[in-house]
């Protein structure tokens, strides 16, 4: 997504020099892919040296002066979850953004993902419902093929804001596989609307912390 496969981790006297994925600098990506000697050799660790990557990844990269540090984990609860929030803790991240698919399956794992940031004291900043309806190109017709509606839902249940729902479009997809930018290169999209409405209001509700 970032075209940033192959690219190598280097140590500097601050610790590991993330990889830049611009010219410009402005993004910067560590990830434990770039560690592994083959892109498809599997991480068979345990919970304990998980872990402990999971900190070396916050507290032993030199990211230099950020304005958002941004974490992607998959869905769950597990102890790398709890790692990283207890390395980020002392930072006081801003908070955490749950992502649903409308169907009830994924509801439900969200839900026990709102109920792991409450007991652990992470503020959740919105819900957002991804693959929410298929917009039609030749007709602009919204069709809901995994159903709608559990984003909000969720979030109505919960007492969290719902920041919005993002309908299934190819040109978004394709721009992913193909490392595009998605912003620049797709405005007609009906997912740029929604994803510009969505970015906005998480700024809005997480003004940025120079660290």
Not at 22 to 34: A, R
């Amino acid at each position: 997504m970032l075209r940033a496969e192959g690219k190598a981790v280097h140590q500097c006297d601050s610790g590991w020099v993330p990889v830049f994925v611009d010219q410009e600098q402005s993004i910067s990506l560590m990830s434990v892919g770039f560690l592994l000697e083959k892109p498809d050799e599997a991480v068979v660790w345990r919970g304990p040296k998980k872990n402990a990557l999971i900190k070396q990844f916050v507290s032993d990269v030199a990211w230099g002066q950020l304005d958002y540090l941004v974490v992607d984990t998959p869905p769950g609860t597990s102890d790398e979850h709890m790692a990283a929030v207890d390395a980020l803790r002392p930072y006081s991240p801003l908070g955490a953004l749950v992502v649903t698919t409308p169907q009830a399956v994924s509801v439900g794992d969200m839900r026990r993902e709102l109920t792991f940031c409450r007991k652990t004291g992470l503020r959740v900043i919105g819900v957002v419902e991804n693959m929410s309806g298929f917009v039609c190109p030749h007709c602009t017709e919204c069709t809901n093929i995994f159903s709608r509606g559990g984003g909000e839902e969720l979030a109505r249940h919960a007492g969290v804001p719902f920041l919005g729902s993002v309908p299934l479009d190819p040109e978004l997809t394709r721009s992913l596989e193909e490392g595009r930018d998605f912003i620049q290169e797709f405005p007609q999209s009906p997912a740029f609307p929604v994803l510009s409405a969505i970015a906005q209001k998480i700024l809005n509700e997480t003004p940025a912390q120079l660290s």
